[in-house]
């Protein structure tokens, strides 16, 4: 049994978890966070210089209802530090090497994203995992297709190292970052993105409102959003100079509508990817992996292709949709792979 205790500073959460690992399952002990959702409402986004400034007056008192005598437990201390916001993950650290100063536990680094794709790991034995495996990740700014590997099988005494190559992501807006400003163009607050899921649940069929599906070259896996959030524009504009009143049913059918043409690229390109790259496993994490209408679409599509074209595939998401967000646990999964795949390196570190 392995364990470690993790923080995450790096945008809009102020998050401290235990995790352990058995050598076949992840697994959550402790957790506690602070959400800053409502600090930021009044602004419509997330302000850089309040998030920081109230990471440093929460995680300490996040950190006590942890209890010292658990965190004399752990064998490491894992910690997000790139990317996002700068002097947020400057919280973190600082943190970290504080505990590092007082337990003299190893401190390791983990990237941002990376702990997103190893989100997929949770409460799921990772034995039973097929590589390579070909995940999506889509949150406000990044909007990704990356491919993991192993060098090696697991087994009970390390697990190997692991290779994540960028294939590719996004030339303008990020997925979830239209769902915002679409949302904002229809008048609703922060944070956004989940709302234009739930007015699409209740849409009715309007052929009036179809968005053109941007799926750019036929041969290539860059995505691009920012003509989706136009198109909402032109027809909002449209509507208003015919002088037709915004109604409930209409903002239905335009959160639908504009739902189902960004998921319908998101799942199409990651099937296309796992075709040319014949991974074993398709996986979506980070925001995007939250929205049920995604999940429903991408097992339709990959349920069609598995019947129709011969080919076997698994699909993830990770277990529980708290672990789509920004919060420790998926630090202390990466961070717990680092350390058992370069256990010499990270023996007596603290971070800089």
């Known amino acids: 049994m392995i364990k470690t205790l993790a923080i995450e500073t790096s945008c809009d959460d102020t998050s401290i978890w235990i995790i352990s690992f058995d050598w076949n399952i992840f697994k959550t002990e402790k957790l506690l966070a602070y959400s800053q959702i409502d600090d930021h409402q009044k602004y419509w986004w997330v302000v850089p210089e309040i998030a920081s400034r109230l990471h440093s007056e929460k995680v300490i008192n996040v950190l006590n209802k942890i ?196 998921i319908e690229v998101l799942a199409k390109k990651l099937i296309k990817s796992w075709i040319k790259y014949q991974v074993k496993t398709l996986g979506i994490a980070w925001w995007v992996s939250c929205n049920d209408r995604l999940r429903e679409y991408l097992n339709t599509q990959v349920s069609w292709y598995s019947k129709n074209k011969w080919f076997d595939i698994t699909t993830l998401k990770p277990t529980n949709k708290i672990y789509s967000t920004d919060n420790a646990a998926m630090i202390w999964v990466t961070g717990i792979l680092k350390k058992q795949s370069f256990p010499s390196f990270w023996a007596k570190r603290r971070i800089q």
């Not at 406000?140 to 060098?151: A, Q, R």
């Not at 136009?230 to 239905?252: H, N, R």
């Open 67 to 262: 209890w010292f005598s658990n965190i004399s437990k752990v064998d490491f201390i894992s910690v997000t530090t790139h990317p996002w916001l700068p002097w947020s993950l400057v919280v973190g650290k600082a943190v970290a090497n504080m505990l590092w100063e007082h337990f003299k536990k190893p401190v390791i680094e983990v990237n941002h994203i990376h702990w997103h794709i190893f989100s997929l790991f949770l409460e799921r034995n990772i034995h039973e995992i097929n590589f390579p495996m070909m995940v999506l990740t889509a949150s406000g700014w990044h909007n990704d297709l990356y491919l993991v590997e192993i060098s090696s099988q697991w087994n009970k005494v390390a697990t190997k190292q692991y290779n994540i190559t960028k294939i590719w992501n996004t030339l303008d807006d990020a997925a979830w970052e239209c769902f915002d400003k679409v949302s904002r163009m229809l008048w609703w607050p922060y944070p956004w993105w989940w709302w234009i899921a739930q007015k699409a649940l209740k849409w009715k069929p309007n052929s009036d409102f179809q968005f053109k599906r941007i799926f750019l070259s036929s041969d290539k896996f860059e995505f691009s959003f920012s003509g989706m959030k136009s198109q909402v524009s032109f027809l909002l504009k449209k509507l208003e100079k015919d002088g037709t009143k915004i109604t409930e049913k209409i903002i239905w059918d335009i959160s639908y509508e504009f739902q189902e043409a960004v």
